[in-house]
């Protein structure tokens, strides 16, 4: 299963280190990656394999939005088939 993952914050040293360590810990393959900084704001999408994921979806979710929390930035994650659903015209 792929899913999308967004984070978004205020420019800091180590947020792509942070986040791919963190899915790298739970057995999520980070495939994609795109990011850029928007007027100081850091930006990256993430396409990610989460069919070798060490904890349950929802768990994977809680620990990358708390983490997000922690460092000041906002970390989503969604299923691909839901993201490209509702990003259907």
């Not at 978004?8 to 040293?13: H, S, T």
């Not at 790298?24 to 850091?42: P, R």
């Not at 930006?43 to 990610?48: E, G, H, N, R, Y």
């Not at 768990?59 to 930035?73: A, I, T």
């Amino acid at each position: 299963m792929k899913a999308v993952i967004t984070v978004l914050g205020k420019d800091q040293i180590g947020i792509l280190a942070r986040v791919s360590g963190l899915c790298a810990e739970m057995g999520v393959n980070v495939e994609e990656v795109t990011q850029n900084i928007l007027g100081g704001t850091f930006a990256m999408i993430m396409l990610v394999d989460v069919s070798k994921c060490t904890v349950e979806y929802p768990q994977l979710v809680k620990k990358l939005e708390e983490s997000g929390r922690e460092h000041g930035m906002d970390i989503h994650i969604t299923r691909q088939e839901l993201f490209e659903a509702m990003h259907r015209i």
